[in-house]
């Protein structure tokens, strides 16, 4: 039986790894320039796991967060969600990782979603569904990366765009006499635009590396991508509070997908909010695709930008080419 019961972001998490790349310490290895990368993207550094972590501890150290900060234990977790594109490996979902680090019971479902930087938002959908069924009770989600693992480091026009990092939220029923709820959300996607932002080697279609193969790293046509980044996240974004009512200054914090600052002045002009409306660690994280949105939304409450009661948009593209927002009550 479907619950009737408001379901609300019970608790936040996130975790980045110790080493921290600069600007100066890419030019060392590729033509650009602190300059450079900061007049184009906003971005001045980003965190780069070591070659021993791997995505799945990223993801259980943000989930471990999220639970405390949730006030709950991993033996009351009916569900474990992680968005990424950069899995420990392709079989199993990085999720069932994630479950037996945290020691997860075994009757918690557990599995991966793919929608690269929207992965989030659809993780959260999709969990808020499921919670609604009835059939579960508490989720955890993440979104997790090590994006290092999938760059070509000569590759000017993407190795500076991109870090690693996890971030994760707990679900449950609304709290007693809260307000705080998830109040919706809505998901699309263009598969015709799959060639812009890609890893075009090592799925079925070319599954062991051979001489000619197109590359295991990430390819993107920058230009198109912006433009559909701009056009496509002020869509959703309005799509969302138009169903909802909400007009853009009832919002009282955004947190976009932190891909590029250019793209976030953009949204932030068409919505006519003041920028500073817009919650930004770009600058010191970079593009950390899945894990973006919950990476700045735990650092957003820690500081203080989000309060009981607030409004939150989040609103994000990825490659698919994806995109998404959600709207949450606290």
Sequence with gaps: MASDTPFAILGTGSFAPE???????????????????????????????????????????????????????????????????????PMPATACIVQAKLGARPEAACFDVQAACSGFIYALDTAWAMLQSGRYRHAIVIGAEKFSSVLDWSDRSTCVLFGDAAGAVVIGPQPAGSTAEIRGAKLYSEGGNTNLLCIPGGGSNHPTPAAGDPPRHVQMRGREVFKFAVREMKDAARDILEQHGVSPDEVNCVIPHQANLRIIDAIAQYLELPVDRFFVNLDRY?????????????????????????????????????????????
């Excluded at 600069?22 to 060392?28: P, R, Y």
């Excluded at 184009?40 to 150290?61: C, F, P, Y």
């Design 19 to 89: 080493r921290v790349m600069t600007n100066a310490d890419l030019a060392d290895l590729v033509e650009t320039s602190d300059e450079w990368i900061i007049t184009r993207t906003g971005i001045r550094e980003r965190h780069i796991a070591s070659e021993g972590e791997m995505t799945s501890d990223l993801a259980a150290k943000a989930a471990q967060a999220a639970l405390d900060d949730a006030g709950l234990s991993i033996e009351q977790i009916d569900l474990i969600i992680v968005a990424t594109v950069t899995g420990d490996m």
């Design 286 to 330: 970079g593009n950390t695709s899945a894990a973006s949105i919950p990476l700045a939304l735990d650092e957003a409450r820690r500081v203080g930008r989000i309060k009981p009661g607030d409004l939150t948009l989040f609103v994000a593209f990825g490659a698919g080419l994806t995109y998404g927002s959600a709207l949450v009550r606290w």
